[in-house]
């Protein structure tokens, strides 16, 4: 069984640039979810999804940052006008519907550079 | 004041230590706890899962939670240089968000 996937695992962009990052959650993972992580900081929540639905959103997600998951599968994260404050590591995390729901699993991440 | 507090460290210890790793919390509403460990530039790996107060142990690892205080514990016994890494607490409500705390750096010396 394969865990999370990330891809890119790095990205290097210039301020101003749109970025997209995909996630394959682990197979009959109904739940997905994306968070933050800045150096030295814990993962910060940014949304998640049941299936296709986008269930919650953080105020961290400004409207630059939009997130899908079509077909309840894999999902993408695009920010759009990038700035360096945007500057992360983007983690997605995957989890059963059945069972325990707070068990997630992570993805090693993708590591963007903003210059 | 953060939701979650965590000692950054770093801790520093001798192999074969007991290591006791530690997180407070401010919000009663907490009832699902986790501890991941997180190795530099990788995802973190769930490591401990404890719902409600109690202890709930796994090899070498023991969960504590102590409600009353918001306190909550992990423990790694006989620890080894492959256990030096970042350990980040987790915690959350009924809802799905997890809230972290900053992690702590630990290293384990030969």
């Known amino acids: 069984d394969t865990g999370v996937s990330q891809n890119p695992r790095h990205k290097i962009t210039k301020r101003g640039q749109n970025v997209t990052f995909r996630c394959d959650p682990i197979?009959?993972?109904?739940?997905l979810y994306w968070y933050r992580q800045t150096l030295g900081q814990g993962p910060e929540f940014l949304t998640y999804?049941?299936?296709?639905?986008?269930?919650?959103k953080s105020r961290l997600l400004s409207d630059r940052f939009s997130a899908e998951r079509p077909k309840g599968s894999f999902s993408t994260l695009e920010i759009q006008r990038t700035e360096q404050g945007d500057s992360a590591m983007y983690l997605c995390?995957?989890?059963?519907?059945?069972?325990?729901?707070?068990?997630?699993?992570f993805g090693p991440g993708t590591r963007l550079t903003v210059t | 004041q953060k939701e979650v507090e965590q000692d950054p460290g770093p801790l520093s210890v001798p192999e074969g230590a007991i290591v006791s790793l530690n997180c407070t919390y401010s919000?009663?509403?907490?009832?699902?706890f986790m501890w991941y460990r997180q190795y530099s530039r990788k995802g973190p790996e769930l490591l401990m899962y404890?719902?409600?107060?109690g202890n709930k142990e796994d090899g070498r690892f023991t969960a504590q939670v102590d409600k009353s205080s918001k306190y909550i514990s992990l423990f790694i016994r006989d620890s080894q240089p492959s256990d030096s890494a970042t350990y980040l607490c987790a915690m959350s409500d009924n809802t799905d968000k997890l809230i972290f705390g900053t992690g702590t750096r630990l290293q384990v010396f030969p």
């Open positions: 197979s009959e993972h109904n739940r």
């Open positions: 999804f049941q299936n296709e639905a986008q269930l919650e």
């Open positions: 995390a995957s989890s059963p519907l059945a069972g325990v729901i707070h068990e997630q699993y």
């Open positions: 919000n009663s509403a907490f009832q699902y």
């Open positions: 404890t719902y409600s107060s």
